[in-house]
């Protein structure tokens, strides 16, 4: 049988390559940016990214050795987790890598609304002084998702004297939170606070779960963070929410349909900020990817089992 191959989609340094080499002697390592190389994808065991031209095709082929698929994000929701599941096959994520990034753009964008930052930037004049300027400390801030990001933000936000809550599956208690709350209690729970920062996964049970009536639950005039998934938000109940000021802000990192179009409304709302899916953009985002899956092959090469970040297929997460 021919060598089983660790296929790299993603782009490594060359060091970077050579300490998962010195991991798995037994492995014959394809760089997908190696043009000269030969091999036959039906021999990848182990995939670092995801191909999504071929990736789809060695699913459903019977004769694939796959085993097991390293996500360069924390979100897996694009990738085939029934067939993944079926054909047991390992997926593990980039979970904790981006959790600092998104914190601190969280807070960033928070800060740049109650302390009249976006204001300044428009204005360019004196009038900068005019208007409502608030305090972050002692807000009402649900984070929902209790993850590694939505804890290193409670972190982060506790240290501001933000009252932190949770919202996450079961209501189980996480590092950083003053309570949480399970996710089925979710629309109870939004009427006491001032701002709500979605951080879900995508999942059938998260899709529109911001719908209109989850807005309505609402206190008026919320403050909305969007750095989870898109799909969560069903767009046209944020759109109504928002020029009824029901939520009087929305800071939004991710959308139902990426790029968002150049005509969609919020581009002209004055009480929406946009970023481009940046809030994840982390330095030194490839080693600390490398870290956990030589982490993980480790495990894999000795054991056929990973040791990091394994994503529940039947969960999604």
């Not at 209109?212 to 005039?221: C, S």
Request: a neutral charge.
């Amino acid at each position: 049988m021919t060598k089983p191959v660790i296929y790299l989609q993603e782009k490594l340094k060359p060091e970077q390559i050579e300490q998962i080499k010195a991991v798995s002697n037994d492995y014959l390592v394809i760089d997908s940016t190696d043009e000269d190389t030969s091999f036959n994808k039906e021999d990848i065991v182990i995939m670092l990214g995801w191909n999504h031209s071929f990736g789809p095709e060695l699913l459903k082929n019977p004769n694939s050795r796959l085993k097991w698929v390293q996500s360069i994000s924390a979100g897996v929701d694009s990738l085939d987790l029934q067939t993944f599941s079926e054909n047991e096959i390992l997926l593990s994520n980039a979970g904790g890598i981006h959790k600092i990034s998104i914190a601190e753009h969280v807070l960033g964008v928070l800060l740049a609304e109650f302390r009249g930052l976006r204001r300044a930037i428009k204005a360019n004049s004196w009038t900068n002084r005019e208007g409502e300027f608030k305090q972050l400390s002692e807000q009402n801030m649900l984070i929902v998702g209790t993850g590694q990001i939505g804890q290193q933000l409670a972190s982060f936000a506790q240290a501001m004297k933000i009252r932190t809550y949770g919202i996450n599956s079961t209501g189980h208690p996480a590092s950083g939170f003053s309570e949480c709350y399970s996710q089925k209690n979710l629309s109870k729970i939004v009427k006491d606070m001032d701002i709500v920062v979605n951080i879900l996964p995508l999942t059938n049970k998260t899709y529109h779960l911001y719908d209109e009536e989850m807005f309505q639950a609402m206190k008026k005039g919320t403050i909305f963070v969007n750095v989870g998934r898109g799909p969560s938000v069903k767009t046209e109940a944020l759109v109504d929410a928002l020029q009824s000021n029901q939520i009087s802000f929305a800071a939004l990192d991710v959308f139902e349909k990426e790029p968002l179009p150049d005509n969609h409304p919020f581009w002209t709302m004055d009480n929406v900020l946009i970023t481009s899916h940046t809030s994840g953009i982390t330095p030194k985002f490839k080693q600390k990817l490398t870290d956990i899956f030589l982490t993980n092959l480790t495990s894999f090469v000795e054991t056929g089992k990973l040791k990091k970040n394994q994503i529940n297929l039947e969960k999604g997460y």
